[in-house]
Nanobody
Framework: QVQLAESGGGSVQAGGSLTLSCAVSGDTSRNRCMGWFRQAPGKEREGVATIYSVGGRTQYADSLKGRFTLSQDNFNNTLVLQMNSLTPEDTAMYYC????????????????????WGQGTQVTVSS
């Protein structure tokens, strides 16, 4: 079992930055896809960014490239999402997620590929 605990959400004005963290506990075995998804009220869940835990290969939603950066702190078993130049369209609940063990290093932005989910952290961006 993998437990995921998000933190770092909050309210920020447009143009600001936030850093989300996801503490990973339980089975911290490597060879997983991990990442962040978000869901705004009335909208479908969408993938934000993913990373393969071995090697750190990342993928980003096209609309977020250049503004969001995903990294992992293997020593502290933490996933970090740095979000810059935030806009009101980034307002959503952000969820940390992890897959079961996989040796496929291309981690897709597809929710059904992920098995473990955190409770989410709210990000609100005001104009």
């Amino acid at each position: 079992q993998v437990q995921l605990a998000e933190s770092g959400g909050g309210s920020v004005q447009a143009g600001g930055s936030l850093t989300l963290s996801c503490a990973v506990s339980g089975d911290t075995s490597r060879n997983r896809c991990m990442g962040w998804f978000r869901q705004a009220p009335g909208k479908e869940r969408e993938g934000v960014a993913t990373i393969y835990s071995v090697g750190g290969r990342t993928q980003y939603a096209d609309s977020l490239k250049g503004r969001f950066t995903l990294s992992q702190d293997n020593f502290n078993n933490t996933l970090v999402l740095q979000m810059n130049s935030l806009t009101p369209e980034d307002t959503a609940m952000y969820y940390c997620t992890a897959s079961t063990i996989t040796f496929r290093s291309a981690c897709l932005l597809v929710g059904s590929d992920y098995y473990y989910w955190g409770q989410g952290t709210q990000v609100t961006v005001s104009s």
